[in-house]
């Protein structure tokens, strides 16, 4: 009789450890694949940006318009189309846009989601002579909000201003280190 106690003693020390395994497995499981999904939004997130430069610099305002939120606002109350007629002034007067975006940080867990990014731009047609002679334009810190619209991120407010390179986001000198490496 001591031995089938034994047994029974064993059995439950077997399942309360099984089922710790299985608990501390599926709390692995959840925090991974909130954390996985948290990087994932945020990259989608990066890669819209990223999207919206290239457009931007295609001058392609009605693909970026698709971008942004129907309820868009700037940091000075422009709403969606008036944004899009100052994209289209820009690019009207405006040749050879050049946009290098440079380091982006994103935050999803605010509502709506932020982003932060530093952005080079000159124009031009002589673009390409520019960076030969070292002169590589100005710098932009770009802020956003994105908010999830039917499984989509979309731009819901912009705002910028012109940073020195001394005020760019950690990542950005790296990265310009790439497009320019003897300047930087």
């Not at 999207?51 to 606002?73: C, H, N, P, Q, S």
């Not at 975006?101 to 952005?119: C, F, R, W």
């Amino acid at each position: 009789m001591s031995q089938i106690k034994h047994t029974d003693g064993k059995n439950s020390g077997l399942r309360l450890l099984a089922r710790l395994t299985l608990l501390a497995t599926a709390v692995c499981f959840l925090t991974c694949s909130q954390s996985c999904q948290r990087t994932d939004e945020t990259e989608v997130i990066r890669e819209l940006l990223r999207t919206v430069a290239g457009l931007a610099e295609k001058k392609a305002v009605d693909k970026i318009k698709l971008y942004l939120d129907a309820e868009y606002r700037d940091f000075e109350g422009r709403d969606l189309e008036q944004t899009v007629d100052l994209l289209q002034y820009y690019f009207k007067n405006y040749q050879g846009l050049a946009i290098h975006l440079l380091d982006i940080y994103v935050d999803i867990s605010k509502d709506p989601a932020e982003a932060e990014a530093d952005v080079l731009l000159s124009s031009g047609p002589l673009e390409t002579l520019r960076k030969l002679v070292g002169v590589v334009g100005v710098y932009y810190r770009f802020d956003f909000r994105l908010a999830k619209r039917a499984g989509r991120w979309q731009i819901s407010y912009a705002a910028w201003r012109e940073v020195d390179s001394n005020s760019l986001l950690p990542g950005s000198r790296a990265i310009l280190k790439k497009i320019f490496p003897d300047q930087f």
